[in-house]
């Protein structure tokens, strides 16, 4: 199946639309500090992302084998939530050539959705703050449906919501969560390369490996 010949793509957000990572970074050192644990590095920042703010927070203490009472996780969500809101596109960017991607889908009248474990009012604030919102109307986060990545009641809830086929659906995401929430979708899946997951590429058994720029041409799935 040709790129072009699906009806709906499926995008994840952080990572796979947008580079957010030093945002997340310092929404979740900033939180981290200001409770008195350790911060994590910048290289350890792609080993968190991915399944919202909690798990941002659970991840970050497990690597610097920390631990806190569930009461207080619930506080540091508070505060993260608080200040990442006011704080979540001021060193993000879009990746480069996806504008054009996204101009092209349009143009050969494919529809196009996003699907973040990331809460639904703050994907659609990134989505907004990137420019990007002319092109998605329908943007899912993690709270949207009873269920986020990778469970497959994510995927099939959207792909319900929109009335489309599976068979007719791509879901393009950076990490492991979106390629395992494909899988138990039985949606086809292209990883996009560069993103925040730790794993190698031997991981994912996927068929093709993508930058934005190859998305410009018709290539095969």
Do not use: W
Not at 56 to 63: D, E, H, V
Not at 91 to 120: C, G, M, Q, R, T
Request: proline share 2%.
């Amino acid at each position: 199946m040709k790129l072009y010949d699906y009806k709906l793509i499926i995008f994840d957000l952080d990572g796979t639309l947008v580079d957010s990572k030093l945002d997340i970074l310092n929404a979740n050192n900033k939180t981290l500090r200001y409770f008195g644990f350790k911060p994590i590095s910048r290289s350890q920042i792609k080993g968190i992302v991915g399944q919202g703010i909690i798990g941002n927070i659970n991840f970050s203490l497990q690597i610097n084998k920390e631990h806190a009472s569930e009461k207080l996780k619930k506080t540091m969500f508070r505060y993260f939530y608080n200040y990442y809101k006011k704080n979540l596109f001021v060193k993000s960017s879009v990746y480069k050539d996806i504008d054009k991607f996204l101009k092209n889908l349009n143009k050969n009248k494919i529809k196009v959705a996003v699907a973040s474990n990331k809460l639904e009012n703050l994907t659609k604030i990134v989505i907004k703050e990137s420019k990007l919102g002319k092109y998605f109307k329908v943007i899912c986060g993690g709270n949207t449906f009873k269920h986020k990545k990778p469970h497959p009641g994510m995927l099939n809830a959207l792909i319900k919501k929109m009335k489309m086929r599976k068979s007719d659906c791509l879901f393009i995401g950076d990490s492991e969560h979106d390629y395992e929430a494909s899988l138990n979708s039985k949606v086809d899946f292209l990883l996009k390369l560069n993103g925040f997951t730790r794993k190698p590429k031997s991981y994912f058994k996927c068929k093709k490996f993508l930058n934005y720029k190859s998305l410009l041409k018709n290539i095969s799935i």
